[in-house]
């Protein structure tokens, strides 16, 4: 098991508060170099998380996004969106739930070699020749432990990751 040990410290979150304190240290570390779009759904019910794990597995994602669009040498700039939904009647593993909070970081950098994305979530796997391939296998691992999951869809100049978390723990339908 790859990273913290330690159990979720579980409290009633408002995910925009996650993205918000992620979006303050990204904008802090990219210097204007990169346009942070926000697109929340406001009506997004709190949900049952670890805040500082939550807050780490989506900065890990950011920071990637932020990487890859600084590796490029186009004049473009780069320009990561944080998107937040709910969806219905949405499966994770073999439980269906009512409903669930998505959270999407979109980004428009050179998109991940089609070599890589297979076992992207794989420990010691990366596209950077310094990357230790620990950020994206310790986040699916946050992730999982709030019985979520994670999703990627990439191609050159626009690569997505979804994160599913259930809004009703513990009561999932059948």
Known sequence: MLGSNKLPSLALTNIHEVLERVSSLVEAESQGCITLVRDYDPS?????????QMIQAVLNIVRNAMQAIS???EMRLGRITLRSRTMRQFTIGHVRHRLVSKIEIIDNGPGIPAELQDTLFFPMVSGRPDGTGLGLAITQNIISQHQGLIECDSHPGHTTFSIFLPLEQGAPST
């Open 44 to 52: 997004i019910p709190d949900v049952l998380i670890d805040r500082e």
């Open 71 to 73: 590796s490029q040498n």
